[in-house]
T-cell receptor
Framework: GAVVSQHPSRVICKSGTSVKIECRSL??????MFWYRQFPKQSLMLMAT?????????EQGVEKDKFLINHASLTLSTLTVTSAHPEDSSFYIC?????????????FGDGTRLSIL | GQNIDQPTEMTATEGAIVQINCTYQ??????LFWYQQHAGEAPTFLSY??LDGLEEKGRFSSFLSRSKGYSYLLLKELQMKDSASYLC??????????WGAGTKLIIKP
């Protein structure tokens, strides 16, 4: 089945550090990838839609200068949390839509647990 | 506005059957997904319904009634490993995925 790889799985760093998270579709080309954030015991919150070769579409309330998204190829999207602060600590998950399946389900990476000290 | 409702939490016994309901009100409808999410892990795809009726896949089945804006996920022969959150998500008219808050399922021996 479709596989999405996300790296790193866990990051612990000091406040003010910028952190880059990579999301790769391993066996299909994804023109669209999605970035979610999930706080403990809460539902997924879509942050932005990453479009290959164009600017990402951010959801309301998500700072695009804070959360930089780059989708330079059909298999890779990156999310950079710039100047991270403790309130940015969360579980970040990417997903990619599989165009090879009729209804194009989103397949998720394993997530990145970000802890800012 | 767009709205998806699921029960927050359900409890069931190992070996039993449980039905998790999902009702939705969205701008258009292009299908409904069910995902399973274990604590601390990412969601995994379970099922997709776009036409009315029941889709069966092993111990899991998913039902859809578009006229009622209603779906359910049926889990049979429950196992302890089925303890997880179950997320209902609807594809709206813009092909955006609208997520429910999820139902935490607790399985007791």
């Amino acid at each position: 089945g479709a596989v999405v790889s996300q790296h790193p799985s866990r990051v612990i760093c000091k406040s003010g550090t910028s952190v880059k998270i990579e999301c790769r579709s391993l066996d299909f080309q994804a023109t669209t990838m999605f970035w979610y954030r999930q706080f403990p015991k809460q539902s997924l919150m879509l942050m932005a839609t990453s479009n290959e070769g164009s600017k990402a579409t951010y959801e309301q309330g998500v700072e695009k200068d804070k959360f930089l998204i780059n989708h330079a190829s059909l298999t890779l999207s990156t999310l950079t949390v710039t100047s991270a602060h403790p309130e940015d600590s969360s579980f970040y998950i990417c997903s990619a839509r599989d165009p090879g399946t009729e209804y194009q389900p989103q397949h998720f990476g394993d997530g990145t647990r970000l802890s800012i000290l | 506005g767009q709205n998806i409702d699921q029960p927050t939490e359900m409890t069931a016994t190992e070996g039993a059957i449980v039905q998790i309901n999902c009702t939705y009100q969205t701008s258009g409808f292009n299908g409904l997904f069910w995902y399973q999410q274990h604590a601390g892990e990412a969601p995994t795809f379970l099922s997709y319904n776009v036409l009315d009726g029941l889709e069966e896949k092993g111990r899991f089945s998913s039902f859809l009634s578009r006229s009622k804006g209603y779906s359910y996920l049926l889990l049979k022969e429950l196992q302890m490993k089925d303890s997880a959150s179950y997320l209902c998500a609807v594809v709206d008219s813009n092909y955006q995925l609208i997520w429910g808050a999820g139902t935490k399922l607790i399985i007791k021996p």
